[in-house]
């Protein structure tokens, strides 16, 4: 990765990251990058070592590298994900799809070619954090107040809370990931109504995105997993040929 100026984005206090990557160097490199920020900074090379601090220590973010000594970054992502739902951005190789999809699929936040500049990681960091941060604070402050009460949003046995970032199924507590979350939230808002996966992406991804990227779609299907959707025959979200996403009321005869 090069180096940008510091002075480029705007530096302050930031929250505490891992690095889960072999390449001693390039951690060293991002360590010395990311503390001019404010970041603190620690790093782990090998998968089951990253497993063991992700998972035992408070962190705020991780980042992960998909090619790991002992198992692979995907492992990593997946024993980290039974225990807590850290902003994790995941480094791939080149930029692959493929590496992309499984990564999204598993629960990472976020991806980013290896080989993409420090100011975008930098960027994408701050996008990952603010949203775990933003969701933090609307639990907090959402929690059994008159007000959180006051804006769900009840769609047959769905019941979605964004001020205490919380949604439910049939009174049972749905686990999402920010993402996730802010997708479903942007969609029953619009209930009724497609939001395009351009809108989607640029009210949830929080930063400029491929033509091609596939995020949305790949959250889309995590969700329908969750709500116990069946893709061919949806009771809640409803793919619109050539257009995007819709969620509906399955007890609404409209539909």
């Known amino acids: 990765m090069k180096t940008v100026p510091t002075d480029s984005i705007a530096a302050g ?62 492992e990593v992502l997946k024993q980290i994900r039974k225990k807590t739902e850290v902003p994790v951005l995941m480094l791939t190789a080149r930029g692959d799809e493929a590496d992309q999809i499984v990564g999204l699929e598993i629960g990472a936040d976020d991806y980013l070619a290896k080989g993409s500049s420090t100011r975008q990681l930098v960027a994408r960091l701050h996008a990952i954090t603010r949203r775990a941060a933003s969701a933090a604070n609307a639990a907090t402050q959402g929690a059994g ?18 001020a205490a970032y919380k949604a439910t199924l049939r009174g049972e507590p749905l686990v999402l990931t920010p993402g ?29 995105y491929e033509v ?19 893709p061919k025959n949806p009771r809640f979200i409803r793919t619109v040929r050539s257009a995007g996403y819709m969620l509906m009321d399955p007890d609404a005869s409209t539909f």
Not at 151 to 162: D, F, G, T, Y
Not at 212 to 230: M, T, Y
Request: glycine residues 6%; negative net charge; charged residues 30%.
């Open 180 to 208: 996730e979350f802010a997708i479903l939230v942007s969609l029953a808002k619009a209930k009724g109504r497609v939001k395009t996966r351009d809108h989607l992406l640029a009210e949830v991804r929080d930063r400029e």
């Open 145 to 162: 107040g008159a007000a959180a009460v006051s804006e769900e949003i009840v769609i047959a046995e769905l019941r979605i809370n964004p």
């Open 13 to 74: 206090p930031q929250p505490n990251v891992l690095i889960i990557d072999d390449d001693r160097d390039f951690c060293a490199l991002i360590r010395d990058y990311l503390t001019a920020f404010g970041y603190v900074v620690a790093a782990a090379h090998t998968g089951p070592a990253g497993v063991e601090r992700a998972t035992e220590e408070p962190w705020q973010a991780i980042i992960l590298d998909v090619m790991l000594p002992g198992i692979d970054g995907f």
């Open 212 to 230: 091609f990227d596939r995020a949305i779609d790949v959250q889309v299907s995590a969700l329908r997993r969750k709500l116990g959707d069946d």
